[in-house]
């Protein structure tokens, strides 16, 4: 099963994508984390991408297209999990995953807010986080409507504990299993 986890900062989709990744024993692929593998490098590409990450700005669609292309260039047989990948309707439109399932965590502006106020990471400053969340309004919600109007989007509220969203992902994939 290829499934995609996605919502806004903040609303746990890397720890959810990683709890069904593991229990369904299939590959993780988090776009967060490739790109800040090519930011540690000391390149014109990695500091290309660093500043952008840095600004809480989305990282060129080329550079995001051809990572991802790349890692999933071999799948494996039994599907995999995304997080973070794609966040643009010009991303979807280069390099398709073909999802069977979309995982969509929302959350509302203040609780977005109040639980980034208790994180500490340095691209969680108030301007940083400003920036993502534009990001997310002026990209990645087109992504996500496009996903419900082909009907595989299931919405799941991430305000819950951590346990009981990942149990409400469980049931929703057991129930259509
Ligand atoms: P994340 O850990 O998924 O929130 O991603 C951290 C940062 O990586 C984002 O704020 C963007 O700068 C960058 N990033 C991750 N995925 C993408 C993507 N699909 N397109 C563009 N930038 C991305």
Same mark, same amino acid.
């Given at each position: 099963?290829?499934?995609? +986890? %996605?919502?806004? +900062?903040?609303?746990?989709?890397?720890?959810?994508?990683?709890? *069904? &990744?593991?229990?369904? @024993?299939?590959?993780?692929?988090?776009?967060?984390?490739? *790109?800040?593998? %090519? &930011?540690?490098?000391? $390149?014109k590409l990695g500091r290309l991408v660093g500043n952008k990450m840095h600004r809480g700005e989305l990282v060129d669609d080329e550079i995001v297209v051809e990572t991802?292309r790349e890692k999933l260039k071999t799948p494996d047989r039994k599907g995999f999990v995304v997080d973070g990948y794609p966040r643009t309707k010009d991303q979807l439109?280069? #390099?398709?995953?073909?999802?069977?399932? +979309? #995982?969509? *965590?929302? *959350?509302?502006?203040?609780?977005?807010?109040?639980?980034? &106020?208790?994180?500490?990471?340095?691209?969680?400053?108030?301007? +940083?986080?400003?920036?993502?969340?534009?990001?997310?309004?002026?990209? $990645?919600?087109?992504?996500?409507?496009?996903?419900?109007?082909?009907?595989?989007? $299931?919405? !799941?509220? &991430? @305000?819950?504990?951590?346990?009981?969203?990942?149990?409400? !992902?469980?049931? #929703?994939?057991?129930?259509?299993?």
């Amino acid at each position: 099963m290829r499934i995609l +986890v %996605i919502g806004p +900062v903040g609303s746990g989709k890397s720890t959810q994508a990683q709890i *069904l &990744a593991g229990e369904l @024993g299939i590959p993780l692929i988090m776009m967060g984390s490739l *790109l800040r593998e %090519i &930011a540690s490098k000391d $390149t014109k590409l990695g500091r290309l991408v660093g500043n952008k990450m840095h600004r809480g700005e989305l990282v060129d669609d080329e550079i995001v297209v051809e990572t991802i292309r790349e890692k999933l260039k071999t799948p494996d047989r039994k599907g995999f999990v995304v997080d973070g990948y794609p966040r643009t309707k010009d991303q979807l439109s280069m #390099f398709d995953p073909g999802f069977d399932r +979309v #995982f969509f *965590l929302s *959350l509302s502006d203040n609780e977005i807010k109040k639980r980034l &106020a208790k994180r500490a990471r340095q691209d969680d400053k108030p301007e +940083v986080i400003k920036a993502r969340l534009e990001a997310y309004y002026q990209s $990645t919600l087109p992504i996500i409507e496009h996903y419900r109007q082909l009907g595989i989007l $299931t919405e !799941i509220s &991430a @305000g819950h504990p951590i346990e009981e969203v990942a149990r409400m !992902i469980r049931e #929703f994939l057991d129930g259509n299993a």
